[in-house]
């Protein structure tokens, strides 16, 4: 395969679900140029309560597939994911581009005025080793407050953004919080971003809301500049968008969350 072939191949990039269309849209913004294919496992959402086997072996499958699709550098839009399963991605794949995503810790650790920050996520993120070592090397002097968010994911997958039964699950989860009297908040799973609306209005604007998608975008970015590997044209990209549930349900949410071209979405049978 020649280098300009490589080039003009796309970006893979997936979730366990749509949540990763939050990074996605990043993506596009950053790189108009790139095609993009997507791929939600919504067949295996939410990886968040599942065991950490399953979702390694999981995340390795769904890379082989993108791999197949010929996918130059991949994403992986999930924090879960990414803790189970980004370094056995990279073993296997020593020669292909890989970013991972991580919770804001860090912009977090820069940002808070009182030195109180809480970060919502999914229970493995929390427990996970990655998530343990960004702590301690972000968050010297200040304090993180965790707090694990099951059915949020569920939520978002059935694009309920800002209804009161969402609101109700998510205030569960944030009142404790906001007890704790913190100024800063990490959105610690890629479906998260979605839910920005309900979140501000029950945190107020006192509360810096904090996720990582541009950053992901850029990391993207700079990655595809390190081994030449961005677009040779200036034409814009195209994206693709495979499920390994249902394309008609998937596709109804994705037309939701997806702010550009109505999405079309193919079954991805792995």
């Known amino acids: 395969m020649g280098i300009n072939s490589v080039k003009n191949g796309p970006i893979g990039v997936f979730d366990s679900g749509v949540g990763g269309i939050s990074i996605l849209r990043e993506i596009r913004k950053q790189l108009p140029a790139e095609d993009l294919i997507y791929f939600a496992d919504s067949a295996h959402c939410p990886y968040g309560i599942k065991p950490v086997d399953e979702i390694r072996q999981r995340t390795l499958e769904v890379t082989d597939f993108l791999v197949d699709l010929g996918s130059k550098a991949v994403v992986v839009a999930c924090n879960t994911a990414c803790e189970a399963g980004l370094d056995r991605i990279r073993a296997k794949y020593p020669e292909l581009p890989v970013v991972g995503v991580e919770p804001a810790v860090k912009p977090a650790h820069q940002v808070t005025r009182n030195g109180k920050i809480g970060v919502l996520a999914t229970h493995l993120t929390l427990h996970g080793e990655r998530f343990s070592n960004l702590v301690a090397k972000y968050a010297t002097g200040v304090e993180v407050f965790t707090q694990p968010a099951p059915g949020l994911v569920e939520l978002v997958e059935a694009g309920k953004l800002d209804t009161p039964e969402t609101k109700t699950v998510l205030h569960k989860y944030l009142d404790p919080l906001l007890e704790k009297e913190i100024d800063t908040l990490v959105l610690g799973c890629t479906h998260y971003p979605f839910l920005f609306p309900a979140i501000q209005s029950i945190c107020g604007d006192r509360i810096t809301v904090l996720d990582t998608g541009m950053a992901v975008a850029r990391q993207t970015q700079r990655i595809l500049d390190e081994y030449s590997l961005l677009h040779p044209t200036a034409d814009p990209g195209k994206?693709?968008?495979?499920?390994?549930?249902?394309?008609?349900?998937?596709?109804?949410?994705?037309?939701?969350?997806?702010?550009?071209?109505?999405?079309?979405?193919?079954?991805?049978k792995i």
């Open 239 to 268: 994206e693709t968008f495979y499920t390994s549930g249902d394309p008609d349900v998937v596709k109804t949410v994705i037309a939701k969350l997806w702010l550009h071209s109505p999405a079309v979405v193919m079954q991805g």
